[in-house]
């Protein structure tokens, strides 16, 4: 099993810059992705961000490339997620998953293991 609790989310004005945490306790965190999802009120939740387990390749939605950078720690068992340039429609619930199966199957699905979510809120 894995435990996966999110952190720092808030209120920022658009322009603003937030960073996100996920601290993953359980099973062992460095041989496995990590993505990041997000959903608005009354959407879909959406991908986000996806790293691999060393780090070394990353993804982004078209809807956050440029102003979101995910990355990790293994050694501290957290992902993060720093987030620019932050617009009214960034606010959503983000959350971080944990994908056991290959990264090159899908940056942006078949994760197994979800947080609970944390709320992040751009006033314009």
């Known amino acids: 099993q894995v435990q996966l609790v999110e952190s720092g989310g808030g209120l920022v004005q658009a322009g603003g810059s937030l960073r996100l945490s996920c601290a993953a306790s359980g099973r062992t965190f460095s041989g496995y992705a990590m993505g990041w999802f997000r959903q608005a009120p009354g959407k879909e939740r959406e991908f986000a961000a996806a790293i691999s387990w060393s780090g070394g390749v990353t993804y982004y939605a078209d809807s956050v490339k440029g102003r979101f950078t995910i990355s990790r720690d293994n050694a501290k068992r957290t992902v993060y997620l720093q987030m620019n340039s932050l617009k009214s429609e960034d606010t959503a619930v983000y959350y971080c998953?944990?994908?056991?199966?290959?990264?090159?199957?899908?940056?942006?699905?078949?994760?197994?293991?979800w947080g609970q979510g944390t709320q992040v809120t751009v006033s314009s």
């Open positions: 998953a944990l994908k056991t199966t290959s990264i090159y199957a899908g940056a942006n699905t078949g994760y197994d293991y």
